[in-house]
Structures are given as C-alpha cells and as structure tokens.
C-alpha cells in the first residue's frame, strides 16, 4: 500500500495524537513540529479536535473506498468477495497504523462531529454486511445474524491495530490471510 | 456480576480517566473528587501511572480468574467449556465497560508496567488457546492456527467495548450469547 499522504501538519498532528494522546497533544507541540506559529496554524485548522476530526475522517474515508473497490472487484462471487472485504480492511489496519491507533481517541470529538465520522465509518460495516446478507441468501454463507457478525468480523479486524507493528516479522498480506480463513469460517464458509 | 469493588481513589480515577484520557487527567483533579488532598492521595498511590496500572490490573486480574473459572466448570465438554470461556469473556466487556474501556491508555504506561500487565492479561488468551488447542486435537473443533485464532476472538471479544454501553436495550447476556454463537462457528463448531 502506497504511503499515506497527508499535509506536514496533519502528519505531525497524527504523531502528536499518537504520542501524547487527544487531551495531551497540544496545538503548539504539532505547530512547534512543522514550524509553524499557532496562529497560522489555526489558519489551516480551527482548532485541535478538528485536527482529530479531520485525521479520522481521512482514514475513515480511505478505509471506504478501499472496501468498497474490494467488494466491487468480486461482486457476483461471495466467498471471494467476501475474502475480498476481508483483505482490504486487515491491510488497511495493518498499513495505517497509526491512524487505526488514534481511533480510540474518537471518544473525544464533540457529537457532531463524531456523528459525521461514523456515518463514514459505518460504510465498511455496511458493505461488509451486504455481502453476509446476500451469501446468506444465496446459501454460500451459513450466518443467523448478518449485522451482528459483520460487527464482530470488523471489531475483531480492528483490534489487529493492538498489537500489529509496522516492520513486524509477519507482513500485512500474512495477516490479510490468516484474517481472511478464520473470517470464511466465521460466515460458515470453507477457508480456500 | 455484582459491581465492581474499588477503593473511592481508584473509583474516582477511573472516572477521571475514562473522561479525559490518561494524559488529559489530573492527580489533582482525583483528588479533588474524593475530597483529599494531593499529598494524601500520594501516600496511596505514588503517582498518576501507578494508578492507572493498578486499574489495569485490577481489570486484567478479575478477568483472569472469571475465565479460568469459566474452563474449570466444563473442563472435558470442549464445545461447553469454549461456550463457557467465551461468555465469561463477554460478560466481562459488558458489565466493566469503564475499565475495558480506559484499556486503550495502556499504551501510556511505562515498558515495565506494560510488560507486567500484559502479562497478567495473557492468562486470558492462554486458556481461551488452550481450549482451542484441545479441541483442536480431539476433532472437535476445526482450527488451523488455535494461537491465531485465539487473538483474533479475543480482539472481537474486546471490541464490543467500541459500542455497549450499560443500560442498552441489549443486556450483557444477550450480547454474549450472540458471541457464542458467532465464535463457536469461528472455530468450526456448531451453534448450540
């Protein structure tokens, strides 16, 4: 995955984010980092949550788009679509680390702009229920709760972020694939 | 499960933290909340990490011992016992949401704490693993990699803490009997 493109400030807001946390980054710390005054700093972004809010919302956008071109590669075979959606979000959560770390500090936008984020996010849990619902209907997937399962798939997809390092000895497409064969068997379909 | 038993300084700590992140949170604002003063609080807890380790571990010490507890009562019945190791997993999330919750701070804990609650916490993952691991070998179960396997359900064991809130029309054992049945297939079982 080619690396993420973010403006000086943003990439030194996430290590910020990252570091010290929402409520211990400050302004002048990522102001400090890109050389910058805070004053012009804020000319660029309003304030420090909507440096958070902007962060989440590019990886949330990114992780969209991503699974979304996955299902839509495969459409028509569920299994491999299904292992498709799967794929791409592990490589998401393996490649953007750092953004799928700071998602815990979600809790600390504002409800609206939280809302907004989640409306984005909601859209891999979507298009992965989709896909469990129509291999359901087709009999390929052996499911009861479709919703409920492509939460559990993606929370357990997430949580890859706990302990996943860049540089690790297992790369993201070993992960990818393990995720992808313990994920099959969790829709009831045969791991490839 | 009856309610978490915890000093008033730990009580409070744990709001405190759970609000405003380890970074943003205060000794003094702790303090202030049961009524101590800074130096009083100090003669407990030696500083504002050891408290949040001593929660950590509080949480990682009262989950161990559920779940073992949880294998111990259906030691022999693989499908039972996974159920039963499971459910334990998931009543925990649920009904200590504020502590599952405030685990996302763990990575602000120095090398040494860090080191000594994870741990404590892989009692968890070595008996859910265990149990895999042996119905593995008696064809109960089908898994190619328990080790992995056992992370993965972890993580969506502790993902619920994203979305449960106490009081949800949801209650915890309906949330864990759902997770039941999406794990128990996750490592090719049936459904009960």
Known sequence: MEPLELSVILDAALDVFQEHGFHGATVREIA???????????YHHENKES????????????AAWRVRAAADEAAGRRDLQFA????????????????????????YLSPRAR??????????????????EAGSAEGVFTVSDPAET???????????????????????????????????????????
Chains 1, 2 share one sequence.
Not at 87 to 95: F, G, H, N, P, S
């Open 51 to 62: 440096l958070l809010a902007a962060l989440l919302e590019l990886g949330a956008e990114e």
């Open 84 to 107: 498709n959606v799967i794929e791409a979000i592990v490589l998401y959560v393996t490649c953007r680390t750092r953004l799928a770390i700071i998602d815990a500090e979600l809790r």
């Open 115 to 132: 809302r907004r984020y989640a409306a984005r996010r909601k859209v891999v849990e979507n298009v992965l229920t989709e896909v469990i």
């Open 150 to 192: 492509s939460r559990a798939l993606l929370g357990m997809c997430q949580s890859i972020a706990r302990w996943y390092r860049p540089g690790d000895r297992l790369k993201p497409a070993d992960v990818a694939s393990r995720y992808v064969d313990i994920a099959l068997q969790t829709v009831g379909a045969q791991p490839s």
């Open 32 to 42: 400090r980092r890109v050389g910058m005054t805070v004053p012009a700093l804020y």
